[in-house]
């Protein structure tokens, strides 16, 4: 077993929903609440996670570019994210996890950071 999938199988705990194991292609998805969905997509280099949850309601205009501003690095976060939208509309903040730092811990905060963005992509 290598650490990348030690370290699914230690958050699926974490969260709850035990071991996670990702598929032959290296892709993991999970439906949080009736909306939302959280991916993961391992590749040689790195890991890739999205967290994706409908728009706020009201100005849709405003929370894409709200989204968008909350990615600059003016706001100081710890690992640079990026903000995109799904074919169903979806607002969607990605981070990129060097491969040979994933870790329980990094894997933690970069989910931790993924709420923040969508919480104050909200506000």
Known sequence: MSWIDQTFEEFGRAIGV????????????L??????RLAFQVGEEAVLILLAQP???GDGLAAKLKALDLCHSRHGWSLPA???????G??????????????????EQAYEQLR??????RA
């Open 18 to 29: 035990g071991p996670l194991r990702t598929g032959a292609g290296g892709g993991l998805s």
């Open 90 to 107: 979806q607002l969607v903040f990605t981070l990129r996890l060097p491969a040979r730092e994933f870790r329980l811990p990094l894997l």
């Open 116 to 121: 923040r963005l969508h919480e104050q992509a």
């Open 55 to 57: 728009l706020p309601p």
């Open 82 to 88: 990026r903000a995109g939208l799904t074919k169903d």
């Open 31 to 36: 439906r949080l609440g009736a909306d939302g």
